[in-house]
């Protein structure tokens, strides 16, 4: 599966096979080397003008991507179904999210500056003690962080429809519209809705997994996992211990390659966990991360109840014509962490910088070439980052003796360093050429221990 989805995901890096956007003039020079530097190359751009208003795009489901395009000169539509979302997601966000995406802090449920990571045995790891004072990991509600950015989107010039995508139709030619039917609510509840229809230049979706823009272009399927998560009120003196702390939990019991979790939020805790191989135990995986975090949530009332499908590699398309895929919609959710709030915000924003900048901020018409600029930066910026967790994913959650290997390589001072300082600011950070030896070395112990517990382990079991 690996190989396929490394295959497709690199293939889309292929030059599109629309006509050029950019016409190339080179001016006459000297043969004398001494003009060399002369050479001039001027781009003209040949993209018809959009006349009589702005370029037109609609943006499936609510985030940032409608944001930066409406103050972009776009204008811009952002179709949501379900205003008061409440995805069940982590709600981790990284430091660096908070100042570049302009988030006021009232919308932190919790800056977590401590994690316990906890091995199949219930070994405990702390980990956090490398975090700088002002360093954090911000824990929020969806609903919350939705709302604030189709607010942000509307106030800057964004047309907000609660209303349900349904189909879109293709233009005949290279300039023609794209035909958005949708089901209009206008904030009622319950109803049938009013089916209207939008003509727009281009469309970016960013309306998850189960994206009704990818069927639309045909976008491919991709392997997903199940996200099952409770929120839960527990009593005061409880919360207590997770006002700034969250919890990992790793081994078979709650999940044969994923996770199970403990996060804090506003009043509530939000435990939950994953899988991929084995969607039909989800309940099962569950209950026993309940059970293994049982003494801290005793007494706990369940607030709510959430399910929600997790993508675990980018689609084998992206981009066709003038429809994009960002967040979720595209794939883009990390192995190992599951991270992907970020990483929607980002592609979301990336992809309105590409279409604006394509269209001169919505003077000219865009093409195929001016989106899949999104894509070749986007790829060349985390497309290691992905590579490098589906690989710690395979090695480390295999097996419960190779989680134990990994929960004991946590404790490393160094790797919770680097971990933290890439997460955190979501760049790749130059390592210590001797700590990066000595973590090797580590490593390798770690997994040789893991390996000879788990042949005694199975001959106990013979």
């Not at 293939?11 to 950019?22: I, N, T, V, Y």
């Not at 490098?388 to 990994?406: I, M």
């Not at 933290?420 to 050429?433: A, M």
């Amino acid at each position: 599966m690996a190989s396929i989805a490394l295959k497709s995901f690199i293939g889309l890096r292929q030059a599109s096979a629309e006509k050029p956007h950019f016409t190339i003039q080179a001016k006459p020079i000297s043969l004398n080397p001494s003009n060399h530097r002369r050479l001039q190359v001027n781009a003209a751009k040949t993209n018809p003008k959009v006349t009589g208003r702005n370029l037109r795009v609609a943006v499936v489901g609510g985030g940032p991507a409608g944001g930066s395009l409406a103050k972009g000169g776009i204008e811009t539509f952002l179709i949501e179904r379900k205003m008061d979302n409440c995805k069940p997601c982590g709600g981790a966000i990284p430091l660096c999210m908070v100042g570049e995406f302009d988030l006021p802090l009232d919308i932190i449920d919790r800056r977590v500056t401590k994690m316990k990571m906890i091995s199949p045995s219930n070994v405990a790891v702390d980990i956090g003690q490398t975090l700088k004072p002002h360093e954090y990991i911000g824990m929020v509600r969806r609903e919350v962080l939705d709302q604030y950015l189709r607010n942000r989107a509307s106030e800057n010039g964004a047309t907000v429809i609660n209303g349900l995508f349904l189909k879109m139709e293709k233009p005949g030619d290279g300039e023609a519209p794209y035909v958005l039917h949708y089901t209009e609510y206008d904030g009622k509840v319950g109803g049938a809705g009013v089916k209207k229809s939008l003509e727009v230049d281009a469309v970016i979706g960013a309306d998850g997994a189960n994206s009704r823009v990818a069927k639309s272009i045909d976008a491919g399927d991709y392997e997903y996992a199940i996200a099952f998560q409770e929120r839960i009120k527990i009593p005061d003196d409880k919360m207590v211990y997770y006002e700034n702390l969250a919890e990992m939990y790793v081994g078979d019991d709650v999940s044969p390659d994923f996770y199970g979790w403990v996060f804090p939020k506003c009043d509530h805790v939000a435990v939950g966990t994953g899988t991929v191989t084995h969607k039909g135990d989800i309940k099962k995986f569950q209950l026993a991360t309940r059970n293994r975090a049982k003494d801290k949530i005793l007494g706990g009332k369940i607030l709510r109840v959430e399910a929600h499908p997790i993508p675990e590699h980018p689609r084998p398309r992206r981009l066709a014509g003038r429809v994009a895929l960002v967040g979720d919609a595209a794939g883009y959710v990390t192995k190992c962490s599951g991270e992907g709030i970020y990483f929607a915000a980002k592609s979301g924003r990336m992809c309105a910088e590409a279409i604006v900048e394509g269209s001169e901020n919505g003077k000219r018409m865009v093409n195929e070439a001016d989106l899949r600029k999104y894509l070749e930066k986007w790829d060349k910026t985390y497309w290691p980052t992905y590579k490098v967790l589906d690989v710690l994913q395979k090695v480390f959650y295999r097996s419960n003796p190779a989680r134990e290997a990994f929960v004991e390589m946590c404790a490393d001072e160094y790797v919770q360093k680097m971990t933290f300082d890439s997460y955190l600011y979501k760049r790749v950070v130059p390592g210590n050429p001797w700590e990066d030896l000595k973590l090797a070395v580590n490593t390798i112990g770690s997994l040789v221990r893991a390996n000879a517990l788990k042949r005694e382990m199975e001959k106990l079991n013979v």
